[in-house]
């Protein structure tokens, strides 16, 4: 099993920029898939971005690309997300999760999320 902590969500004015972090534990972190999601209220959750094991392949959902960034650091066993030009709709709960495969909304193991604010 591995244990996923997040940190690094608050306020912020539209156009600013925000970085989460994820930090994990237990099982070597290296051999996971890691991704981002986010759940605004009333909907469902969705995927940001996922970056494969060792961060040689890396995706973002289109309302995102170009504005966030996913890596990781694997020695650190931490998984980043760098949020810039924060728009209004990007307002949620922010999670991040980890899959032994492909993470997806079925994965196993996920944190326990950090709040994402952007005023207008």
């Known amino acids: 099993q591995v244990q996923l902590v997040e940190s690094g969500g608050g306020l912020v004015q539209a156009g600013g920029s925000l970085s989460l972090s994820c930090v994990g534990s237990g099982r070597p972190f290296s051999s996971y898939d890691m991704g981002w999601f986010r759940q605004a209220a009333g909907t469902e959750r969705e995927i940001v971005a996922r970056i494969n094991w060792i961060g040689s392949s890396t995706y973002v959902t289109d309302s995102v690309k170009g504005r966030f960034t996913i890596s990781r650091d694997n020695a650190k066993n931490t998984v980043y997300l760098q949020m810039n030009n924060l728009k209004p709709e990007d307002t949620a709960v922010y999670y991040c999760?980890?899959?032994?495969?492909?993470?997806?909304?079925?994965?196993?193991?996920w944190g326990q999320g950090t709040q994402v604010t952007v005023s207008s």
């Open positions: 999760a980890a899959d032994r495969t492909k993470v997806t909304l079925d994965s196993d193991y």
